[in-house]
């Protein structure tokens, strides 16, 4: 199974090399193609824009900017939203405001996609070294999610249902080298 990777910037760069560290096949995409050269040379797979990445893809993680880069990238507001996300498990890492993350996951539920919150904590050089920590919030983020596309990159805590604020617990606390 490929995993697709949008946003190949500060912190998207090392999440990315830790998910080709892990063995997992990757297609990445970013506004800039230069900056997903060293993942295209280790192995990784360029998708030509958003829509490539999306059906090369059943799992997507995106590491973007804010909220709009977000929007742009998934195409929402417009036909391509949900031919982008349905069918697939889009995992967004990127910090969003409680309002703006319930709404999109209500969208990608109704275009017959699956939603998982998956925002780090931490800098580029934890990034590098597999130790952000990625609070998990969905529906029921599965345990496959967490594994294989949150471990290599992370300490892990789930948080169950989108709408968690105040009720984050750890469940498990690791660190992947």
Do not use: K
């Amino acid at each position: 199974m490929t995993v697709g990777f949008a946003g190949i910037g500060i912190m998207g760069l090392p999440m990315a090399t830790r998910l080709l560290d892990a063995s997992v096949e990757l297609a990445v995409w970013s506004r800039r193609a230069e900056a997903c050269a060293p993942l295209v040379e280790r192995g990784a797979l360029l998708a030509a824009d958003p829509d490539a990445l999306f059906a090369a893809c059943d799992t997507v993680v995106l590491m973007l900017r804010d909220e709009l880069a977000t929007d742009a990238v998934l195409g929402r507001g417009t036909p391509a939203f949900a031919r982008r996300v349905a069918g697939r498990r889009v995992i967004v890492s990127g910090t969003n405001s409680p309002a703006y993350s319930e709404a999109l996951a209500a969208e990608i539920h109704a275009a017959g996609g699956s939603y998982v919150e998956a925002p780090v904590s931490g800098s580029r050089v934890p990034a590098e070294r597999g130790e952000l920590v990625v609070m998990l919030a969905g529906r029921t983020p599965t345990r496959s999610t967490r594994r294989r596309h949150c471990s290599p990159r992370s300490g892990r805590r789930s948080c169950g249902a989108v709408r968690c604020p105040g009720r984050c617990a750890p469940r498990s606390r690791s660190t992947t080298t």
